[in-house]
C-alpha cells in the first residue's frame, strides 16, 4: 500500500524551531517528487516546498530563507526544517507525492498521494 | 506568481444536481492544473490530473475540462459523499498554487 506519515508536528515558541518527518512506503520514494502543504485552520491549502529526484529545491517567498527541505532515500523519508517559527506557520502540514521520473523521462499526476498531516502551533 | 481564482467560494446543492466549479488563472498554464477535495479533519485527495484525467478510482462522475487559464470541474450527478471543499492548483511552475476553494454543501 503506497502510504505517507508525517510526524513531528507539536506546540513551539515564536522564533523556536522544528523539524517535520514524512514517511514513504509502498513506492520507489527516490523516484519521485515531493511536497509540503499546509493548511491554517479554517483556511485553504498553501503549497510550502519541493525537493525534487535530484535534490532541487523550491519555496514560496512566505518561508524561503526559513524553512528547509530534505530527504534521505535510503530511509525513505522526507523532511522540513523550520526556523524562526512565526505564529502564521500554526497550520497542518502535509506531505504530498509528486511528479515521477525515471530515465531522465517524468510524469506527473499532480499530488497524487497525501499524508494524514502533522499539526503545528506556533505560540507564547 | 500564478494566481488560481476559484468561483463559487461556496455553493448548495441536492443529492442528484449537476455542479460545476470553475477556475481560472492569471496566465496561461496550459493543462497542468490538478483538483482535489478535501472532507472536514481529512488529507486531501486528488480527483484529476492534467486538467481532465481521473485518478485511479475516482467515480466516473467527476470530470474535469479547460486548458490555458480557464478550467471546469464538473459532478454530473451530486452524491452524499461529494459534500466537501473542491480546490484547484497549478502545476505548470513554481511556486505552486492553489485556489481558494469550494465549499459544496447540503441545500
Known amino acids: 500500500e503506497v502510504q505517507l506519515v508525517e510526524s513531528g508536528g507539536g506546540l513551539v515558541q515564536p522564533g523556536g524551531s522544528l523539524r517535520l518527518s514524512c514517511a514513504a512506503s509502498?513506492?520507489?520514494?527516490?523516484?519521485?517528487?515531493m511536497h509540503w502543504v499546509r493548511q491554517a485552520t479554517g483556511k485553504g491549502l498553501e503549497w510550502v516546498s519541493a525537493i525534487g529526484t535530484a535534490g532541487d529545491t523550491y519555496y514560496p517567498g512566505s518561508v524561503k530563507g526559513r524553512f528547509t527541505i530534505s530527504r534521505e532515500n535510503a530511509k525513505n523519508s522526507l523532511y522540513l526544517q523550520m526556523n524562526s517559527l512565526r505564529a502564521g506557520d500554526t497550520a497542518v502540514y502535509y506531505c504530498?507525492?509528486?511528479?515521477?521520473?525515471?530515465?531522465?523521462?517524468?510524469?506527473?499526476?499532480?499530488?497524487?498521494?497525501w499524508g494524514q498531516g502533522t499539526t503545528v502551533t506556533v505560540s507564547s | 506568481d500564478i494566481q488560481m481564482t476559484q468561483s463559487p467560494s461556496s455553493l448548495s446543492a441536492s443529492v442528484g444536481d449537476r455542479v460545476t466549479i470553475t477556475c481560472r488563472a492569471s496566465?496561461?498554464?496550459?493543462?497542468?492544473l490538478a483538483w482535489y477535495q478535501q472532507k472536514p479533519e481529512k488529507a486531501p485527495k486528488s480527483l484529476i490530473y492534467?486538467?481532465?484525467s481521473l485518478q485511479s478510482g475516482v467515480p466516473s462522475r467527476f470530470s474535469g475540462s479547460g486548458s490555458g487559464t480557464d478550467f471546469t470541474l464538473t459532478i454530473s450527478s451530486l452524491q452524499p459523499e461529494d459534500f466537501a471543499t473542491y480546490y484547484c492548483?497549478?502545476?505548470?511552475?513554481?511556486?505552486?498554487?492553489f485556489g481558494g476553494g469550494t465549499k459544496v454543501e447540503i441545500k
Open positions: 509502498g513506492f520507489t520514494f527516490s523516484s519521485y517528487d
Open positions: 504530498a507525492r509528486g511528479r515521477y521520473c525515471t530515465n531522465g523521462v517524468c510524469y506527473t499526476r499532480g499530488m497524487d498521494v
Open positions: 492534467a486538467a481532465s
Open positions: 492548483q497549478q502545476y505548470n511552475s513554481y511556486p505552486r498554487t
Open positions: 496566465q496561461g498554464i496550459s493543462s497542468w
